[in-house]
């Protein structure tokens, strides 16, 4: 069963940085879709970027390009996500989640972490 775990939220201010990292255990994870999601209070959880586990190819939603960054550590079977030039309108909860492969949905969910950015 894979078990994901967010850690790093915080408080920060307009324009600062700020760096979010997933340990995810229960399996291996070749062929495996790592992702980050976000949900702001009111609003629907978004998308926010993802990263194949074997060749590290990342995607991100047009509203962090840019600014976020993901990577992963594929030997202590982490992912971060490097957040800059952050926004008001950056702060949500976000969430790590897995897909089995590019085909398939996400289907396991980290607890989130809160990301405050102060105006």
């Known amino acids: 069963q894979v078990q994901l775990v967010e850690s790093g939220g915080g408080l920060v201010q307009t324009g600062g940085s700020l760096s979010l990292s997933c340990a995810a255990s229960?399996?291996?994870?070749?062929?495996?879709?790592m992702g980050w999601f976000r949900q702001a209070p009111g609003k629907k959880r978004e998308f926010v970027g993802a990263?194949?586990?074997?060749?590290?190819?990342?995607a991100y939603a047009d509203t962090v390009k840019g600014r976020f960054i993901i990577s992963r550590d594929y030997a202590k079977n982490t992912m971060s996500l490097q957040m800059n030039s952050l926004k008001p309108e950056d702060t949500a909860v976000y969430y790590c989640?897995?897909?089995?492969?590019?085909?398939?949905?996400?289907?396991?969910w980290g607890q989130g972490t809160q990301v405050t950015v102060s105006s």
């Open positions: 229960g399996r291996t994870f070749s062929g495996y879709v």
């Open positions: 990263i194949t586990w074997s060749d590290g190819t990342t």
């Open positions: 989640a897995s897909a089995p492969s590019r085909l398939k949905d996400y289907d396991s």
